[in-house]
T-cell receptor, first 111, second 114 residues
C-alpha cells in the first residue's frame, strides 16, 4: 500500500480569498460523502454532506462539489476567514456502511 | 455541556498497563464509535456499536476491546498497552438508524504509552 508520511497536505491562503480543498476517493460504490472540520485540540465537526445523486450542494459560505466520473470531491470556502484555519477531512460510505475518512488537509489562513 | 464527553482528556501510561477510556453521550443516539487518529493517517475505526447488545470490529481492532454498558456509555480498553498505541482517540455517536451516518465527535483523549 501507499506509504503515509507524518505531514498533512497544507493549503495556505490569505484572508478573504476563496479556498478549495480536494479529496479523491477510490470506491466507485460510495454514495454518501461528508466534510468535517477539526480545529486544534477539538474533535471533528460536521460541515456539509452530499449524496451521490447530486453534484453540488451549498451551505453557508461552503460548497461541496462531487464528480463521480473521476471520483473527486471538493470543498469550497468563500471569503476565507482566520477562524477557518483547521484540518479538513472528507469521508465516504457506500450503502449505509461505516464512514471511511481521508487523511486530511490543513488550511492556514493568514490575515 | 458537551453532548459527547470523553474521559480522561489526557493519559500517560506505561507499556503493559491496562487502561480504559470512557465515553458518555447525552444525544440519545443508538450508535457509538471509537476512532484512533495518528498524524498524517486520518481517523481509523477501532470498534463500533449499533445498540447495547451489538459490538462490531472496525479496521484496527487488534489490541483493543470495548464495552457498551448502556445506550449512553461506550468504553475502550487496552488490555496491555504498547507504545504504538500512542495516539489521539475519539468517541463518536450517530443517530441515523438504517440511514447514512452523520457522526458527532467528542473532544478526544490523548494517550501516551511509554
Amino acid at each position: 500500500g501507499e506509504s503515509v508520511g507524518l505531514h498533512l497536505p497544507t493549503l495556505s491562503v490569505q484572508e478573504g480569498d476563496n479556498s478549495i480543498i480536494n479529496c479523491a476517493y477510490s470506491n466507485s460504490a460510495s454514495d454518501y460523502f461528508i466534510w468535517y472540520k477539526q480545529e486544534s485540540g477539538k474533535g471533528p465537526q460536521f460541515i456539509i454532506d452530499i449524496r451521490s445523486n447530486m453534484d453540488k450542494r451549498q451551505g453557508q459560505r461552503v460548497t461541496v462539489l462531487l464528480n463521480k466520473t473521476v471520483k473527486h470531491l471538493s470543498l469550497q470556502i468563500a471569503a476565507t476567514q482566520p477562524g477557518d484555519s483547521a484540518v479538513y477531512f472528507c469521508a465516504e460510505t457506500a450503502g449505509y456502511s461505516t464512514l471511511t475518512f481521508g487523511k486530511g488537509t490543513m488550511l492556514l489562513v493568514s490575515p | 455541556d458537551a453532548d459527547v464527553t470523553q474521559t480522561p482528556r489526557n493519559r500517560i501510561t506505561k507499556t503493559g498497563k491496562r487502561i480504559m477510556l470512557e465515553c458518555s453521550q447525552t444525544k440519545g443516539h443508538d450508535r457509538m464509535y471509537w476512532y484512533r487518529q495518528d498524524p498524517g493517517l486520518g481517523l481509523r475505526l477501532i470498534y463500533y456499536s449499533f445498540d447495547v447488545k451489538d459490538i462490531n470490529k472496525g479496521e484496527i481492532s487488534d489490541g483493543y476491546s470495548v464495552s457498551r454498558q448502556a445506550q449512553a456509555k461506550f468504553s475502550l480498553s487496552l488490555e496491555s498497552a504498547i507504545p504504538n498505541q500512542t495516539a489521539l482517540y475519539f468517541c463518536a455517536t450517530s443517530g441515523n438508524r438504517g440511514g447514512y451516518e452523520k457522526l458527532f465527535f467528542g473532544s478526544g483523549t490523548q494517550l501516551s504509552v511509554l
